[in-house]
């Protein structure tokens, strides 16, 4: 008897725990195939419709283009940040040189400094460069946050990978580049891959960088979602469709990654 | 021996990244925290004044106000965030489809963008047409018609709840890893003893966990101190200044009044707070292990 009460309350729990979850996104993606008058009432019965999708899409609002500086934005970011942060990852994991523990700490360590810090004087640099409202701004500022966290993830990875037959290749007469192209590499290539899927997420949500350094040509669509706050009032069921936006390509990746990330995370924070 | 120096490449295109995008700009609004510099009128920085701007927020109601939020955030955050996840992840480690599914799904809140959290929960807690405000106050009529965001304790509530519901599943996959990596001989003698779940819990698995705990503690702390989406999409900072932590007074500060000495003073002020955390962390960390390995 106790037995079923637990069985049935540990369900009920995780049922619980999963509106928790599901319904803020559930309701989000509701709200953006209503009707504005629907988006207004918190009916279920309504009949669906794609016209908010077209209306974001087109003038004024022009998600598109928001769409293609967050996909360049963020793609740009991870293509620099993680060939870079692999390399210094191998380093970091296998070799024992002087100065390491305080080169790994002193890149670690920037992780605590708050974004707000950083966007100051570059927010200056670029005003004087006028380089103000480029995507190329934007990349230059993402790669401060998004690097030393992808050496970190990274080195998790390789940490795991065991040197045998990077030693044995060595001993063959293998140079250390081509061990790390041949055999390191596609060992760490799932890590890799979480990594770099971790960093596109963590560009793509960037908010705060996006909101000082982009006014009209580079805006991303986290800041784009401000804008539908409008003189009328916020336009909810519009701010929905662009939030299905944001949302459905990181959900993907981020489902994806799922398995990985975990092991990825704990590796990185506990050792 | 040509792989000597190997080393030493490997880390200089990362280097420099960091280099160029970190350790530069913290030396430039350093040496602009001692300047006076309003950027409404003077494009080039004024002169040097001290450390005029430090002394004046000393003094400044906005600011201490700003510190007095942050504090509050942080606490309530922390603790919720760290109770929540070590809950959850005792109940997601045991095995079956429904722990899977909900595992599964944990990951949704982390990847959303927290702009787009604060603009959801600002919809659902709207007091005309909001869902939640609308369910409560049909489930206890005394909610009914409480205007959440325009009251500043239920605005804070909010904004803390969009938080650890943002943070909670990325926590719960810290302490999975960390449950995963405990040895479960002990937990199963004493099971086989006869000792209760909570004290098996307590008595057992919560000892064991006390080094993942505090990492995660401290990181929760450090992602806290910086939230500054929600109160954006959220709050605005309202109602008055309720909501308005110590990043996005910074903010204000820079790129509305465009008082570029006295935002980069306090920006140093929050570094040096974060700063302060992490030293004290990595300090708990080494005396953590000694105790482990002693």
């Known amino acids: 008897m106790k037995r079923t009460l637990s069985y049935v309350g540990e369900r009920a729990l995780l049922v619980l725990i999963s509106i928790v979850v599901l319904f803020p996104i559930a309701w989000m993606f509701l709200t953006a195939f209503k009707q504005p008058r629907d988006a207004y009432s918190l009916s279920l019965n309504f009949e669906p419709t794609l016209q908010n999708f077209v209306t974001v899409f087109s003038a004024p609002w022009n998600l598109g283009s928001m769409v293609m500086n967050s996909v360049v934005v963020a793609t740009v970011t991870v293509a620099i940040a993680v060939p870079c942060a692999a390399l210094a990852a191998y380093s970091f994991s296998r070799f024992r040189v002087?100065?390491?523990?305080?080169?790994?700490?002193?890149?670690?360590?920037?992780q605590f400094i708050p974004a707000v810090v950083i966007v100051l004087p570059f927010f200056l640099m670029f005003r004087q460069l006028d380089m103000l409202d480029t995507r190329l701004a934007l990349i230059i500022v993402n790669l401060a946050i998004v690097t030393p966290f992808v050496i970190w993830m990274i080195k998790g990875f390789i940490d795991a990978i065991p040197t045998d037959s990077e030693e044995a290749a060595m001993i063959d007469g293998a140079s250390r580049l081509r061990v790390i192209k041949d055999i390191v590499l596609p060992m760490a290539a799932p890590g890799i891959m979480t990594s770099s899927i971790f960093c596109f997420i963590l560009t793509w949500n960037e908010f705060l960088f996006a909101l000082i350094l982009s006014r009209r040509d580079a805006v991303t669509l986290p800041v784009g979602l401000v804008s539908f706050r409008t003189e009328r009032g916020d336009l909810w069921e519009l701010m929905s469709a662009a939030g299905v936006m944001i949302t459905v390509p990181i959900f993907i990746m981020a489902l994806f990654i799922q398995k990985h990330f975990t092991r990825g995370m704990t590796a990185g924070a506990v050792k | 021996m040509k792989d000597r120096l190997l080393p030493y490449w490997l880390l200089i295109p990362a280097f420099m990244?960091?280099?160029?995008?970190?350790?530069?700009?913290?030396?430039?609004?350093?040496?602009?925290?001692?300047?006076?510099?309003?950027?409404?009128?003077?494009?080039?920085?004024?002169?040097?004044?001290?450390?005029d701007n430090y002394i004046y927020a000393t003094g400044e109601s906005q600011f201490l106000n700003s510190l007095w939020v942050t504090f509050i955030f942080v606490i309530t955050?922390?603790?919720?965030?760290?109770?929540?996840?070590?809950?959850?992840?005792?109940?997601?480690?045991?095995k079956g489809p429904m722990h899977t599914f909900t595992r599964i799904i944990l990951i949704l809140p982390f990847a959303m963008s927290p702009a787009l959290i604060g603009v959801s929960y600002r919809f659902m807690f709207n007091p005309e047409f909001g869902v939640i405000a609308n369910g409560l106050g049909a489930v206890f009529p005394a909610l009914q018609g409480v205007p959440w965001l325009a009251d500043p304790q239920l605005a804070m509530g909010i904004l803390v709840l969009t938080d650890v519901w943002h943070w909670t599943?990325?926590?719960?996959?810290?302490?999975?890893?960390?449950?995963?990596?405990?040895?479960?001989?002990?937990?199963?003698?004493?099971?086989?003893?006869?000792?209760?779940?909570?004290?098996?819990?307590?008595?057992?698995?919560?000892?064991?966990?006390?080094?993942?705990?505090?990492?995660?503690?401290?990181?929760?702390?450090?992602?806290?101190?910086?939230?500054?989406?929600?109160?954006v999409t959220l709050t605005g900072g309202g109602p008055g200044t309720s909501t308005e932590t110590l990043a996005y007074f910074i903010f204000n500060v820079g790129f509305r009044w465009f008082d570029m000495g006295y935002a980069s003073a306090l920006a140093w002020i929050l570094t040096a707070i974060m700063m302060f955390i992490s030293i004290w962390y990595v300090r708990m960390l080494l005396s953590e292990r000694k105790m482990a390995t002693a």
């Open chain 2, 169 to 231: 599943p990325y926590m719960t996959f810290m302490c999975l890893g960390g449950l995963a990596s405990i040895p479960r001989e002990t937990e199963e003698a004493a099971r086989i003893d006869g000792a209760s779940n909570l004290r098996i819990i307590f008595g057992i698995i919560l000892p064991q966990m006390r080094g993942v705990i505090l990492v995660m503690a401290v990181l929760k702390t450090i992602f806290a101190l910086k939230m500054f989406d929600q109160v």
């Open chain 1, 98 to 110: 002087k100065g390491r523990k305080f080169l790994f700490f002193l890149i670690l360590s920037t």
């Open chain 2, 77 to 94: 955050s922390v603790i919720l965030t760290v109770i929540l996840a070590m809950a959850l992840a005792l109940l997601l480690r045991r």
């Open chain 2, 17 to 51: 990244i960091v280099l160029a995008t970190t350790i530069y700009p913290l030396a430039y609004s350093f040496i602009t925290s001692f300047r006076a510099w309003d950027l409404t009128k003077s494009r080039r920085p004024e002169g040097f004044v001290g450390i």
